[in-house]
């Protein structure tokens, strides 16, 4: 029974270690701008192809997905994802109109944004292709 029991605590901690980076990300932008305004914190919205674009996967894998990454960016940023998924399309056609009108014409994308959604700043995530590097970039006290 304690085999069990230990088994199981493990499995738990696995998955909650696994999801843990996922948590902090908001999926709809305007959800992102209202607890932004409720907050009073800029966003960090990431524009993204999540299942066919190479340079997305491996930011994702090496930074995004990161729980080092979302644990700190979080204190600082309200973190959004606005992807269009090949495998989504529902996903995608509901995501489409926020790449047109924050005129995202490639991808992966990060838009810095104040808490009312005006932009601040934009750049592609894999110019800083570490948590440490990423962290140094958005850091609030140099925007």
């Not at 948590?23 to 999540?50: C, H, I, M, R, Y």
């Not at 996967?57 to 998924?85: G, H, M, R």
């Not at 047109?100 to 810095?112: E, M, R």
């Amino acid at each position: 029974m304690k085999t069990i029991k230990t088994t199981l605590l493990t499995a738990l901690l696995s998955m909650t270690y696994a999801f843990a980076g996922s948590a902090a990300w908001v999926t709809d932008l305007n959800e992102g701008l209202v607890q932004a305004k409720k907050e009073g914190k800029p966003l960090l919205v990431k524009f993204t192809g999540s299942d066919w674009c190479p340079p997305c996967i491996q930011i994702n894998k090496s930074v995004f997905s990161k729980t080092e990454f979302t644990s700190e960016a979080s204190k600082d940023y309200v973190l959004v994802i606005v992807d269009q998924p090949s495998s989504d399309k529902a996903l995608a056609t509901k995501n489409a109109p926020y790449f047109q009108q924050h005129k995202v014409s490639g991808v992966p994308l990060v838009i810095l944004m104040d808490s009312n959604g005006k932009e601040q700043s934009r750049f592609n995530p894999t110019v800083a292709p570490t948590v440490k590097k990423f962290l140094a970039k958005i850091d609030p006290k140099k925007q």
